[in-house]
């Protein structure tokens, strides 16, 4: 019971204090930008009604989900065939070096020139692309990086080629996967808000930047605050899916790391 | 209850109709590595020997005898330069079908991602083995090696050895002609060490099956073998084939006091100790096939 | 090291490498130019085909003149200058910030308790959360990038830098302790080498993206530097500018890769996959 206190309480006691602070810091300031926490606390049910959400954090969250799929996808086959292929890591290397280095929100202007900026096409091909090399750089490095006992396990064991793939490389490498694919949500993130920062739209970037715009600040700090709760409600989820898919390397790490 | 059945045919003691009675056969086997910065460089100058089927061999030498390079080579992992890796009659050039490997790195051989049952089954799902029947030969193996209770747990929840275990249980079950061993009690502590060797003794014993144990320990190859082949140093030649005429129920306790034990043991001492010095054999004695 | 002549050739690697691996190097060196001018070459022809509009992806060789034009303009070297200097400064800023506090919280077991919720909270934020902030507190000027970006990269080091102080190895802490060093020495001698390839790595991941938030601030806000131009460029209509100035961006983001990856090399060079780089 005692510990059980002592755990929430490390849990608990920074925010709390982080929180108090900012609530009375911020209960008598006259600063426009600086908004009391009380007001906005109070602003934010009448901001992000139901049709709000349905409206703007919906579709954004859509467009994030389609693009980091895709992402995903594309990412792991390319990633796993270059990755067992001399031939073509040397082929692709340093185009792909040139890519995976091209900051993605520049990719904004150039696929506004193809999709334009309107429609979701655009806005998803641009999440997708962002997304996409640090999963196909780490699949690239961990089909590589695969323990070479391994790979002569499988070979002695006569394993076909498929096999080897489904049983062997892509488990191997799938904590490196792992490892991109927690980078690019975090681009995705990113670039589901900068995305909707163009042209005219919804979407719960375009939202926050409306009401900044229109000088409605407590109503944009509490969009920064769903911002920042969506953000920490899929990297929760991710770590969820993540120690579900990689319960045997977590296990694994943790004995070595006892020993 | 015994994997014997399953073996049949395979098994020594129920030869349905081997197509020779030697199971491998080395014949004048070169390996030279050249790499960039050390070019041409002789691992393995000639081996010549052969592994009679239902037959138990040690390998010994001293360290850097190119034991592992010779294993390698034997499993079909690494080509070589010049000769002839012979199993069941087939020249090896890739990893040939009847043979199992346990490497000397359990931890890193056996899948972390999947059970212990798993990576058991995963070889035998590849030979097209229907599911009942796959299980019936997991449990089997796993029981063989007596760690059934495991069957659902994950290689690094267990022990060194267990896992060492895990890793002959995955062999036998995949009933290879040729089980090949590589240092795999290396990396365990003594009393382990003396289990498994029992384990293998009586594996051996009761499939029939041919194994050669690479080992750089002299106790644990004249307690093992049947023969044992003492390796020169680099560039490896042969430099003897000694024949361990202990009888064959083997025990920890009585076996290693017995007196033979010790002259052989001695002897193969004596051979490593001047294959460390650099002396090596005539080549004549290379090419004889000793035993 | 461990490939004393005992050791020959590593066993491990599979004949298909040993067998190239003499004329691999240069090889892999044609392979990757040869590469280049495939993605190259193929554009090129996607667009005087028209398979592609043009309007949309000019010839490549349309762009590089773009790009040479551009070379010889002050404006060009102005913004690149700004934007180069407002990254470096962003992550100078983070770096220090990040490793001085991932030192802190990182060797007083209970500040880590105390601020692992609070960090685990803050860290998944996404940076542009603050645009609409900055641009209210500094609009245009390089403080609002600055901010973005120092947020940005802060978490990534930070978080590697705590990775690095646990993984100091037990045994040498207590060494350390029962030869009763101070902590200064036991922070110098003991935590900061085993820090030092964390370090490496916070640089790497820091610095791509210090970049990305340096140029996203000169694109949506409108900072000076390369992606306020490249946004002038767009809407414009100069395409093949629109082009080159991407080109040019991602060339730095190259040179910040290499030398990132550079230094971590030199500190890494234990480690598995950049271990069979080599071999």
């Not at chain 1, 694919?181 to 939202?207: H, T």
């Not at chain 2, 599911?131 to 007596?146: I, M, Y």
């Not at chain 3, 690095?164 to 207590?174: E, F, H, K, L, T």
Request: charged share 20%; net charge neutral; aromatic share 8%.
């Amino acid at each position: 019971m005692i510990r059980f206190l002592k755990a929430t309480g490390y849990v608990l006691g920074l925010p709390v204090i982080l929180l108090t602070a900012w609530w009375f810091g911020s209960a008598n300031s006259t600063s426009p930008f600086w908004p009391p926490l009380s007001t906005i606390i109070e602003t934010f049910p009448s901001t992000w009604t139901w049709d709000r959400i349905v409206g703007d954090v919906f579709p954004s969250l859509a467009r994030l989900g389609i693009g980091f799929g895709l992402a995903v996808v594309v990412g792991i086959v390319l990633g796993t065939a270059i990755g067992l292929s001399p031939t073509l890591r040397a082929l692709s290397e340093p185009v792909l070096e040139f890519f995976r280095a091209v900051p993605p929100p520049v990719l904004v202007p150039i696929i506004a020139l193809f999709a334009g900026y309107t429609g979701w096409l655009g806005k998803i091909v641009t999440i997708a692309l962002g997304c996409l090399w640090p999963i196909l750089l780490n699949t690239v490095e961990g089909v590589r990086g695969l323990e070479p006992v391994l790979g002569d396990t499988a070979k002695s064991y006569h394993l076909s080629p498929w096999r080897r793939l489904v049983f062997v490389v892509l488990p191997g490498a799938s904590p490196r996967i792992f490892t991109g694919a927690r980078q690019s949500l975090s681009i995705g993130v990113i670039l589901m808000v900068i995305s909707e920062l163009f042209g005219a739209n919804r979407g719960l970037g375009a939202a926050i930047v409306q009401f900044q715009r229109s000088f409605a600040i407590p109503q944009m700090w509490t969009g920064v605050i769903v911002l920042g709760l969506i953000g920490v409600l899929l990297a929760t989820l991710f770590k969820v899916v993540e120690n579900r898919m990689l319960a045997w390397y977590v296990g694994q790490r943790q004995i070595e790391r006892g020993a | 209850m015994s994997i014997t059945t399953m073996l049949s045919g395979r098994g020594a003691q129920a030869p349905a109709a081997p197509k020779t009675d030697v199971a491998l056969d080395l014949r004048n086997v070169q390996k030279t590595y050249d790499t960039p910065g050390r070019p041409h460089v002789e691992a393995i100058r000639n081996l010549d020997f052969q592994v009679r089927r239902g037959e138990l061999v040690c390998v010994v030498g001293p360290s850097g005898a190119g034991k592992t390079t010779l294993l390698r080579s034997i499993a079909g992992l690494l080509d070589v330069t010049a000769g002839e890796v012979v199993l069941d009659g087939t020249t090896v050039t890739g990893p040939p079908e009847g043979m199992a490997v346990v490497f000397q790195e359990y931890g890193r051989s056996l899948f972390p991602w999947m059970t212990v049952r798993q990576n058991i089954e995963l070889p035998l799902k590849e030979k097209g083995i229907p599911k009942a029947e796959r299980r019936e030969k997991v449990d089997r193996a796993l029981e063989e090696v007596s760690l059934s209770e495991a069957a659902e747990q994950h290689p690094w929840q267990l022990s060194g050895g267990m896992q060492q275990r895990v890793a002959i249980a995955r062999a036998i079950a995949f009933e290879p002609t040729v089980l090949l061993m590589d240092e795999p009690f290396a990396a365990v502590d003594a009393q382990t060490r003396a289990e498994l060797e029992d384990l293998v003794r009586s594996l051996w014993k009761h499939l029939g099956v041919t194994v050669l144990f690479v080992t750089h320990d002299i106790d644990e190859a004249v307690y093992l073998g049947e023969r044992v082949i003492v390796l020169s140093n680099r560039p490896t030649v042969l430099m003897e084939d000694v024949k361990v005429d202990l009888p064959p129920e083997r025990d920890q306790l009585t076996t290693r006091s017995d007196p033979r034990f010790g002259e052989l043991r001695g002897h193969v001492y004596e051979l490593i100790q001047r294959a460390k010095r650099g002396e090596r054999p005539d080549e004549t004695a290379a090419v004889d096939k000793g035993v | 090291m461990s490939s004393s002549p005992a050791t020959l050739a590593p066993p491990a690697r599979s004949r298909a490498t040993t067998r190239s691996r003499r004329s691999g190097r240069s090889r892999d060196l044609w392979l990757g130019v040869a590469g280049v001018f495939i993605v190259l070459a193929g554009a090129e022809t996607l667009s005087r085909t028209g398979i592609v509009n043009p309007d949309f992806l000019p010839p490549v060789t349309a762009m590089y003149a773009a790009l040479f034009e551009m070379l010889g303009e002050g404006w060009f070297w102005e913004a690149l200058w700004l934007t180069v200097r407002g990254w470096a400064l962003g992550l100078a800023a983070a770096m220090a910030l990040g490793i001085v506090v991932g030192f802190v919280i990182g060797s007083i077991p209970f500040l880590r308790r105390f601020t692992n919720s609070t960090i685990e909270f803050l860290r998944p934020i996404p940076s542009v959360a603050l645009i609409p902030l900055v641009i209210l507190l500094f609009g245009t000027q390089p403080q609002s990038a600055f901010v973005l970006v120092v947020y940005a990269a802060f978490w990534q080091v930070l978080v590697q830098v705590l990775y690095g102080v646990a993984d100091v190895d037990p045994v040498a802490r207590d060494t350390a302790k029962s030869y009763q060093f101070g902590p200064l020495r036991v922070a110098r001698s003991v935590i900061y080498p085993t820090a030092l390839p964390y370090i490496m790595t916070a640089f790497r991941l820091g610095a791509a993206v210090a970049l990305i938030l340096e140029i996203t601030a000169e694109l949506v806000i409108g900072v000076d530097g390369l992606g306020r131009e490249l946004g002038i460029a767009q809407s414009s209509g100069a395409v093949p500018e629109t082009y080159a100035l991407v080109i040019v961006i991602g060339l730095i983001g190259v040179a910040v890769n290499l030398l990132a990856r550079f230094v971590e090399r030199k500190a890494l060079w234990w480690h598995p996959s950049v271990r069979s780089e080599h071999s």
